[in-house]
C-alpha cells in the first residue's frame, strides 16, 4: 500500500480557475518523491491541497489508506503528514527551541523527539536559546526543516528547500535530507526546481508543467541531464 | 470598455440623473415621515455623497483609511459660517474660506499621519477630527456647543437665484458633479496612475522613482478641499452646524455609505450615502438608536454580500460574462515569440568609476550586516556580488539605493554623494533597484506599468538616452510583447521577473542593482533573462547582480565580488573566484569545486 495516494485531483485557489488539472502520484513508505516544474506548475498547490489547506474540486487523496480529501489540516498534520512551506516560515520571535516545540504539539515524548532532532541537527543544537529570526536564512531553512520533523511524521511534504541558499549550502541541505532519510525513515514528498537537490534526494522524480505530470523519471537520471530537464521545464 | 458597456453606462447615468432632477417635483411627504421632507433628505444625501466621493477619493487611490475628513468637513462649515458672520461677506466668498481653510489645516496632519500607515494612519486621523470636535466645542468664536448660526442664502448669480430650496438643492448636485468630475479626473491622470501605483506597491514604487510622500499628500488635500466646501454646503442646507455633527462616530455612516456603494467604483461612493439617508426612513424610523442599528446591520451585510458595494457588484455583474482571460503562456513573451538577438558578451572597455562605497557599515544592533565593506564599480561593468545567507548582500544594496541609512561610511555615485538621499529620488538620478521577490503593481497591465515609469522617467534628473524609450520598447526588449496586455497577476513567475526588470529599465538608469533575478526562473527564462541584461549593456547600463545560480551569474560577469558576514571576502575575475579556496570554503562548496572541476577536464577531453 502506497503512503500517499493521489488520484485525478483538480482544484485551486478560486472555484473557477483550475490550477491542477487532474494529478496522479504516489508516494511509497520511505520512499522520497521529488516534484520538479517550473514556477506556476501548480507544485505548491498540490502539496497546499495535500495538507489540507485548499479543497480541491475533484480527485481523491489517500494517507496510509485513509481517505483525507476535505480533512481539515490539523488533522491530517495529527495523521502524521507534516508540510513544510515555502520560503523559511519560521516563527522569527520566538526562540530556536520554541519553534521546535511547537512542531511537536500533542505529540507523545516531545522532549525524546528534540533530543534525537538536535542529533541530526547539531547547528541548531547551539542556537536552542536564540530567537529564530536571528538565524541566517541556511540555518531558518534547517529549523523549518526540523519543526516539521517533531511531530514524528511519517511523509514530510517540503516545499523548495533550496530557494534562495547559497551553493555551499544546498548541498549541506542535501546531505541533511538525506540523513533524516537514514535515521529517521521518513517518506519525502519534495518540491524542487533545483535538479541536483531533487536527484541528490529522491528516488523518483514526477515532472509538472501546468498542472499536470508530463513525466516521471528515476530521479538520478535527471542529473546532469540538461536536455531531458530542458524537454520537461521549458 | 466595449461600445454596449459604455451604452449601458449611459442609461444608467442618465436614469439616476432624471430621478435627482426630479426630487423637488415629487410629493414632499412620500417617505412617509411627518417632520422630514423628501427634498430636505435629498439635500442631505446629495452633500453626504459629496463627502463621501472626497474622502472615497483619498481611501481609494492612496489604500489609507482616514477618519480626519470627519474633522475637515467640520472645518469647512465653520470656515464658511465663521467668515459669513465676522467679516460679513457672502456665501460665495465664504466658499473660499471653506476650501482653504481645511486644506492649510490637513497640511500638519498629513504630513504627521503619513508617515504611518494602517492602523496607526487610521488612529492619527481619529485624534484629529477629535482634536477639532474639541474645539469648536470649546471657542467662542464657534459658538460652542449651541451651535453656529448661518442662515445666509448664496446671492444670486446671473438669473440663477438660490432663495428656493429647491434651487439649493440643485446647487448641491451640480456640486456634487464636480467632485466626482474632480474624482474622475485625478483617477485617470497619470498622477493617479502613480498613487494607485503606491497604494498597490509602496517600495517599488519609491524604487522606480516615484515620490510617496508628495503624492499622498496631493490627494490628501484635495480631499480637504472636497469636503470642505462640502461643509459650508451643510451649514447652507441645516442652517445651523453643531460640533457631534462631525465627530468620528458620525463619520462612520459616510464610510458605510462609501463601503455600500462601492470603494472602487466611480459613483459608488454617491450612491452610498443616498441609500444610508434614504433606507432609515423609508423602513419608517426617526428614532436615532434604530437607524443607528440598521447602519450597522447594513454595514456588516453589506461586507458579506457585497464585497465590493453595490455599485461594484452591479458592475461585475454587467461587464457580463468575466470570462477569466486566457492563462497566460509560460516563459517569456508567451513562448513563441522571438526575442531580440543575444548580445554576445564582448569584452568591453571600462568607464570611469560609476558607483563607490568606501568602509560602508550597517550595524542592526549587536548585528553588524555590514562592517566595512569597500565597492568601487566602473562604468559598463556587470558586476556579480555572491555570497553565504545572511553575508550582506541585500543589506549592501538597501544601502546603496537609498532604502537603508548607512550606519557609517560613504558611498558615491557619478562622484556625487549619496547619503540623506530618499530611494526614489536616488532613482531619479539613474540609481535602479529591483526586489529579491519579484513586485509588481497588482491593478496594471504589464504595458500600464511601463508606461506609468516612462512617463515620469521624462523630466529625471540623468536619463540613459541610449535605452528604448516608450513602454512597447522596453517591453519587447524584455520579450513581453506578447503579455503586455494581461493583468500582472495574470503573468507566470518567469514573466514577472522579466516585468520587474522591464520596469527598472523603463526609468532609463545608467546603474542597475538586481537583487537575485535569476532565482526560480526555468533554464529557458534564465537566458532570456541573461539576453536582457547583456543588451542593456551594451545600452550603457551597467549591472550589479547578486545571484546564487552560478551558472547563471558567472558567464555574465566581468569581476565579482564575495561577501562574507559583512565584510569582502575576496574579489576578482569570475574565473579566479570560482577558484578561490576561501570562496569555496564559504560559499561555493566542494560540490561545486568538483562539478567545475569536471566541466573543466570535459572540456580539455
Known amino acids: ?234 | 470598455m466595449g461600445r454596449r458597456r459604455r451604452v449601458y453606462v449611459a442609461v444608467n447615468i442618465a436614469l439616476a440623473l432624471v430621478v435627482l432632477v426630479a426630487v423637488p417635483t415629487w410629493p414632499p411627504h412620500l417617505i412617509g415621515s411627518a417632520n422630514t421632507t423628501l427634498l430636505s433628505v435629498a439635500s442631505l444625501a446629495a452633500i453626504w455623497a459629496i463627502v463621501a466621493v472626497g474622502t472615497g477619493m483619498f481611501v481609494n487611490l492612496s489604500g489609507l483609511p482616514t477618519l480626519a475628513q470627519g474633522g475637515l468637513w467640520g472645518v469647512g462649515a465653520y470656515a464658511s459660517g465663521i467668515t459669513i458672520i465676522h467679516l460679513d461677506i457672502g456665501f460665495w466668498p465664504s466658499l473660499l474660506f471653506a476650501a482653504a481653510i481645511p486644506a492649510l489645516l490637513a497640511l500638519p496632519i498629513a504630513l504627521v499621519a503619513l508617515r504611518t500607515t494602517g492602523v496607526a494612519f487610521l488612529v492619527v486621523t481619529i485624534a484629529f477630527t477629535e482634536f477639532i470636535v474639541l474645539l469648536i466645542t470649546n471657542l467662542s468664536i464657534t459658538e460652542g456647543p449651541r451651535g453656529l448660526q448661518a442662515a445666509e442664502p448664496p446671492g444670486s448669480i446671473g438669473p440663477l437665484e438660490f432663495e428656493s430650496l429647491s434651487s439649493q438643492y440643485y446647487l448641491y448636485l451640480v456640486f456634487l458633479a464636480l467632485a466626482i468630475a474632480l474624482y474622475a479626473a485625478v483617477a485617470r491622470s497619470r498622477f493617479g496612475a502613480r498613487l494607485r501605483a503606491i497604494r498597490d506597491r509602496e517600495r517599488l514604487a519609491r524604487s522606480l522613482g516615484i515620490n510617496v510622500l508628495v503624492h499622498q499628500l496631493i490627494a490628501f488635500e484635495l480631499s480637504a478641499t472636497v469636503v470642505g466646501v462640502a461643509g459650508a454646503l451643510l451649514l447652507l442646507q441645516q442652517q445651523v452646524v453643531t460640533p457631534e455633527l462631525f465627530g468620528s462616530l458620525q463619520f462612520i455612516g459616510i464610510y458605510l455609505a462609501i463601503v455600500l456603494g462601492g470603494l472602487t467604483v466611480l459613483g459608488g461612493p454617491a450612491l452610498g450615502a443616498w441609500i444610508v439617508l434614504f433606507l432609515p426612513l423609508w423602513i419608517g424610523s426617526d428614532d436615532p438608536n434604530m437607524s443607528l442599528l440598521i447602519y450597522g446591520v447594513l454595514l456588516v451585510a453589506a461586507m458579506l454580500v457585497l464585497p465590493r458595494g453595490l455599485l461594484g457588484a452591479l458592475k461585475g455583474w454587467t461587464a457580463g460574462a468575466a470570462e477569466p482571460a486566457p492563462a497566460a503562456e509560460p516563459g517569456p513573451g508567451g513562448g513563441d515569440v522571438a526575442l531580440p538577438p543575444p548580445v554576445e558578451r564582448t569584452a568591453q572597455p571600462l568607464g570611469d568609476v560609476l558607483l563607490e562605497a568606501t568602509s560602508v557599515k550597517r550595524w542592526f544592533g549587536a548585528n553588524r550586516a555590514l562592517d566595512g565593506i569597500d565597492i568601487s564599480v566602473r562604468t559598463g561593468e556587470i558586476r556579480g556580488v555572491i555570497g553565504p545567507n545572511g553575508s550582506g548582500k541585500t543589506t549592501l544594496l538597501n544601502c546603496v539605493s537609498g532604502f537603508l541609512a548607512t550606519t557609517d561610511g560613504a558611498i558615491t555615485y557619478r562622484g556625487e554623494p549619496l547619503q540623506g538621499r530618499r530611494p526614489d529620488s536616488i532613482a531619479r538620478l539613474g540609481l535602479v533597484r529591483t526586489f529579491q521577490e519579484p513586485e509588481a503593481f497588482g491593478s496594471f497591465t504589464a504595458r500600464e506599468s511601463c508606461e506609468l515609469i516612462v512617463a515620469s522617467a521624462r523630466s529625471r534628473e540623468a536619463v540613459n538616452e541610449q535605452l528604448p524609450e516608450g513602454a512597447d520598447a522596453v517591453l519587447a526588449s524584455c520579450g513581453l510583447s506578447a503579455a503586455a496586455d494581461l493583468p500582472v497577476t495574470e503573468l507566470s513567475y518567469g514573466q514577472l521577473r522579466l516585468l520587474g526588470v522591464a520596469m527598472a529599465l523603463s526609468c532609463r538608469p545608467y546603474l542597475l542593482l538586481l537583487d537575485e533575478p535569476a532565482a526560480g526562473l526555468t533554464p529557458t527564462d534564465a537566458v532570456a533573462l541573461r539576453d536582457v541584461l547583456l543588451n542593456a549593456r551594451a545600452a550603457g547600463v551597467t549591472l550589479v547582480v547578486i545571484d546564487h545560480d552560478m551558472s547563471f551569474l558567472l558567464p555574465i560577469c566581468d569581476s565579482v565580488t564575495v561577501l562574507d558576514g559583512g565584510t569582502k571576502l575576496a574579489e576578482g575575475e569570475p574565473d579566479a573566484i570560482a577558484r578561490d579556496p576561501a570562496v569555496i570554503a564559504a560559499y561555493l562548496g566542494e560540490s561545486f569545486a568538483k562539478r567545475r572541476a569536471g566541466m573543466l577536464a570535459g572540456e580539455k577531453g
Open chain 1, 1 to 234: 500500500m502506497a503512503a500517499l495516494e493521489i488520484v485525478d485531483l483538480v482544484g485551486g485557489y478560486t472555484p473557477k480557475v483550475d490550477v491542477l488539472h487532474g494529478v496522479a502520484i504516489d508516494v511509497h513508505p520511505q520512499e522520497a518523491v521529488a516534484i520538479l516544474g517550473a514556477n506556476g506548475a501548480g507544485k505548491s498547490t498540490l502539496l497546499r491541497v495535500v495538507s489540507g489547506l485548499i479543497a480541491p474540486r475533484q480527485g481523491s487523496i489517500r494517507f496510509n489508506g485513509a481517505e483525507i480529501t476535505g480533512v481539515s489540516p490539523h488533522r491530517i498534520a495529527r495523521a502524521g503528514l507534516a508540510h513544510v512551506p515555502e520560503g523559511r516560515q519560521v516563527f522569527v520571535r520566538q526562540t530556536v527551541a520554541d519553534n521546535l516545540r511547537l512542531g511537536g504539539m500533542g505529540s507523545q515524548g516531545q522532549e525524546e523527539r528534540l533530543e534525537r532532532l538536535l542529533d541530526v541537527f547539531p547547528v541548531l543544537r547551539d542556537k536552542l536559546g536564540q530567537r529564530a529570526g536571528e538565524l541566517s536564512g541556511g540555518q531558518q531553512q534547517m529549523l523549518a526543516i526540523a519543526r516539521g520533523l517533531m511531530s514524528q511524521p511519517s511523509l514530510l511534504m517540503l516545499d523548495e528547500p533550496s530557494l534562495g541558499l547559497s551553493p555551499k549550502l544546498v548541498d549541506e541541505v542535501i546531505e541533511l535530507l538525506a540523513r533524516v532519510r537514514r535515521e529517521l525513515k521518513t517518506a519525502f514528498l519534495l518540491v524542487e526546481q533545483n535538479a541536483a537537490v531533487a536527484a541528490g534526494v529522491a528516488d523518483r522524480a514526477y515532472v509538472m508543467r501546468r498542472g499536470e505530470v508530463v513525466g516521471e523519471e528515476h530521479a538520478q537520471a535527471l542529473l546532469g541531464n540538461d536536455q531531458l530537464l530542458s524537454a520537461y521545464l521549458g
